[in-house]
Each structure stands twice: as C-alpha cells, then as structure tokens.
C-alpha cells in the first residue's frame, strides 16, 4: 500500500514545560515518530522553554535521551534522532518573570503556523497568555494547546474558560483529550456515519444498552496525593468516557466539521438526565493478599474519593429513550481494556426455539489493547448436529485489514499534534461542552459527599465491586468480560 502521509505546513511550536513529564514522555517522542514518517517538515522548529538552566546543546541532550527511553529501538535510527534534534532549541523562560520573553520573540519566524503548547501547571495559563501577548508573540492565527485537568468543577472550568478566552479567540483554543485521538475512536464515526448499514439500527428500536468500560490495571501509587483530591469521576468520567458517550449517542453532524461535531456532541450531554444514588456505585480497591490498598497510597487514611465508578446514564431524547448508557471505569482491575460495547436487542421472533434470548449482535470498538472493532454476529455452529447457534466475530483489527500502514497509525498525541498544525479543531473540546460536562457533574458529587458516602470495596485485580455488577444484573443485563 502506497503511504498516504501528508507533511504538514512548516511550524514553530512552543512548548511551556519542554523539560517535563509529558514533554519528554508523549509530545517530543510523538513529534519525533512524525518526523520520522514524513510528516513533519524540515523547516519547522520545536521551542522548548522551561525555568531550568539549559541551552540548546543541552535541551537536545535531554529529549535525545526521553526519545532514548519512550521510543523502542526497532522505531528509531541514529541518523533520525539526529535529524529531529536539529529542530529543538530551547528558552530559558519563567511563566511568571519577564527574562527569555524577548529571545522568544527574536526566535518565531513570519509566515510559519505558530503555536504554544501549555505543558504546564494551569495556574500558569493567564500570565503565560499576558506574556505572550505583551512581548508580540501571540497573534490571532496563531493556536494554544491545553491538557486537561480543565478545572476541578464548573466554578473552576468557567474560570480557566475566561482566563484562556480573555487573550485568545475559542477557535485559537486547542483542548486535548488524548481519547479522541485515537483511531478506533474516529473510527466510531466513520463506521457510524460511512455506512448505511448502521446508522438505521442505531436508536432504541435496536440497541438494548451501550457499555463503556476504561478499565485500568495500574494503581494511583506516585500520584495518590493528585489523584485523591480527584477520583475517577472527576479523572475519567468528566473528561474522557463523557466523550466517548458524546461520539455514541450523538445525532449525524451535517458535515465532518469542528463546530458541526461538537453542537451535537453538546447536545448529547445536554440530554443526560439527573441521576439517583442507586444508579451509580463508586468503589476503593483493596488486597488483604498483596497488601494493595487505595487507601495506603494516599495521604488521607479516611479518603472516601472513589477509584472505581460504575454508573447508569439515560440519554433524554427521542433517539435514546428507554436505553441505558452503562459506565464504569477503575484503577487496579482485572486488565488494562477500553471499549464501547452496543449490545443489540433481541431478534423479535426465533424461528430456533431454546435459542432465543441467548444471541445478540454487540457492535464492540476496542480503544486499547489492539485499537480495533468486532462485529459478533450469529451463525450455525459447523458441522452436524441440527441448528445450533454461534456467536462469532467479524473481525475490523486494522492491521489485519489494512496491511502494513496500520501499524504505523500515529498515537493519539501524535494526530492530536498534527490536527493542530493543521488548524482542526474537530478532535479537540470546545470550552462550552467541558462546561456542560462539569455542570451534569457537580451536583453528583455534591450529592455523595452531602450524604457522607463510603465506596464500596473491591479486590485488586477484579472488575470492580459487586454492587457493580448488581447494577447490570438488576435489570438482567450484564457487563463484558475485562480480558484484557
Ligand atoms: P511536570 O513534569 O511537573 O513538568 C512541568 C514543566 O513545567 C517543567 O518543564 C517545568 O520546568 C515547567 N515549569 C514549571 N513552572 C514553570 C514556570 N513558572 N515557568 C515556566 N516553566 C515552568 O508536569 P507534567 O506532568 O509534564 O504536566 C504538565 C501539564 O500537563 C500539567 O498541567 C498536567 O496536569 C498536564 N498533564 C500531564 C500529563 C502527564 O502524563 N504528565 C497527562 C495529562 C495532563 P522548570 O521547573 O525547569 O521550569
């Protein structure tokens, strides 16, 4: 297969908090594989500026080293590394002093896309965005990107809002939610609204529920005094599954155009109906075994934060009335797994007698491990033995399908990063969904902490609690397997 690569436009980006986590972790390693591929041009050129005392010589030395530790052997030559670092120069510059401002203006070039990544706590966003402006090297083309968290609560959302829209245009605002990134997830749209053969059965007519399962195997060790201030709704839910629910239930956009997707995106989480205590389950992990518990990794032996949810949405439209929308997500489970399970109804009549009820066709679109999508459909079991049914798999993993493009598919950092350089907003979250988002989700959380709820437990290594998996079975329903 021929690659379809497309360089960009050459650019200078910026990165505020070139020298941290996920500087050296996601960004450069992500825009090293996009050199690598093609496409990120020779002339563009990758600012990193940070308070540390560093020159060029020896920002180069420490992303060679990040590109060293996060990109595997087999995917890096000595020759491209080398090629990539010749594009790196770095700024000495405090968010809040006024040193380095000027070298930074001396160094952007006219007639480049511009752009300025916030890797950097969001305190620092308003002086960052007065500097930029102040020393003349914002204008109006060119783009921000930020990292969530985007506030802690709708109070803190619409002030970061307001301190961002204050120096730049909405449309200037790139919010990334590494989830929309990735393949299968845009592939969610493609199968939705590329084919005429789902689309009619996607509504209540068709489809029982809608499962979306993050499941993670890590705990919050190294990070539980962040994490607990947080928890999984605030972490996962607000952010990450409430788009991926958005991108399920969402009605067609008219055209495959930012704004177009993220009306109807909005709308979706407009439409989500309050919910009661019952519909949602929230659960702390704990190993009498291994001695694993949440509660030893955070600094509050009473925290009563959650590191699993479980809970039951309704989508209040025409579309989607009488549809449950199951969540959950969780750290220390079973296995690392994502995905979105639409879970068919029953067929109205078997013609097979016992076997009714027992086959559905679920529409599953795995986001990690092997991104990919499985179709099960039923069919005769081979062989002799009269009419007995098999739920099997059509199988929509890429790299079987497409050959060996598909296992150079850019991470989700990396489009992400493209799509800015390109000026696509369509990936990335406009500031009113991240409000409505926090505004279904504030008074949940109120809720729980005024009724001085306790999580329920649940094992390390498990799918969660089994008040979780009661929440299915209630209504005879049932989660997927986490396999991994
Ligand atoms: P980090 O490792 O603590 O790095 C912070 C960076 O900011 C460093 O380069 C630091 O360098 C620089 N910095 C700090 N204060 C500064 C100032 N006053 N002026 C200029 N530069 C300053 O943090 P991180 O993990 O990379 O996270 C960066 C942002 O991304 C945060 O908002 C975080 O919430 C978000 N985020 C991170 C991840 C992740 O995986 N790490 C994931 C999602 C979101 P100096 O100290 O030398 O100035």
Request: proline share 5%; glycine share 8%; with cysteine.
């Amino acid at each position: 297969m021929v690659s379809r690569v497309i360089p960009v436009d050459d650019f200078d980006l910026v990165i505020f908090g070139g020298t941290g986590d996920l500087a050296r972790r996601k960004i450069l390693p992500g825009l090293f594989r996009r050199f690598r591929s093609g496409q990120m041009p020779e002339g563009s050129r990758i600012i990193g500026a940070a308070r540390g005392d560093l020159d060029r010589a020896a920002y180069q030395d420490t992303i060679r080293k990040a590109i060293e530790e996060f990109v595997p052997k087999g995917a890096r030559s000595k020759e491209d590394v080398a090629g990539f670092l010749e594009l790196l120069d770095f700024v000495k510059i405090d968010a809040t002093g006024e040193g380095g401002w000027k070298e930074l203006a001396d160094m952007l070039r006219p007639g480049v896309v511009r752009a300025f990544y916030f890797s950097v706590a969001p305190s620092l966003f308003g002086a960052l965005a007065e500097r930029l402006h102040g020393h003349a090297c914002a204008g109006p083309s060119c783009r921000i990107v930020v990292e969530k968290p985007f506030g802690r609560d709708l109070e803190s959302a619409k002030a970061l809002n307001k301190t961002l829209r204050d120096h730049f245009d909405e449309s200037q605002i790139y919010r990334i939610d590494h989830y929309l990134g990735k393949e299968t997830v845009q592939n969610l749209m493609a199968v939705r609204f590329g084919n005429v053969l789902f689309e009619p059965l996607w509504n209540a007519q068709f489809i029982d529920h809608v499962q979306i399962t993050v499941a993670e195997s890590v705990g919050v060790e190294g990070r539980g005094a962040y994490y607990d201030k947080s928890g999984a709704m605030r972490d996962m839910v607000q952010n990450h599954l409430m788009q991926l629910l958005c991108l399920t239930a969402m009605e067609p956009p008219s055209r495959f155009d930012p704004d177009a997707v993220r009306d109807e995106k909005l709308k979706v989480i407009r439409a989500l109906d309050d919910l009661s205590p019952e519909d949602i389950v929230r659960g702390q992990y704990v190993s009498e075994k291994s001695g694993d518990n949440y509660l030893d990794v955070v600094d509050d032996p009473d925290s009563r934060t959650e590191s699993f949810i479980a809970m039951k949405l309704s989508v209040s439209n025409w579309r989607w009335a009488g549809v449950p929308f199951y969540l959950r997500t969780g750290k220390r489970m079973k296995a690392r797994q994502s995905e979105i399970a639409v879970v068919f109804k029953d067929a109205p009549h078997s013609i097979f007698g016992q076997e009714q009820g027992k086959h559905r066709n679920v529409l599953a679109i795995r986001l990690q491990p092997n991104e990919g999508m499985d179709l099960f459909v039923t069919i005769k079991e081979p062989g002799p033995g009269g009419m007995r049914l098999v739920d099997v798999p059509l199988d929509m993993t890429f790299a079987d399908a497409l050959g060996p493009d598909a296992e150079d598919v850019p991470d989700a950092y990396e489009r992400l990063i493209m799509d800015v350089i390109r000026g696509n907003q369509t990936l990335f979250m406009r500031g009113d969904e991240v409000e409505a988002a926090w505004a279904w989700t504030d008074p949940l959380i109120e809720g729980w902490t005024e009724r001085g709820e306790k999580p329920y437990t649940y094992d390390t290594g498990s799918s969660g609690p089994e008040e979780a998996a009661i929440l299915m079975h209630s209504e005879g329903r049932r989660w997927r397997d986490i396999t991994g």
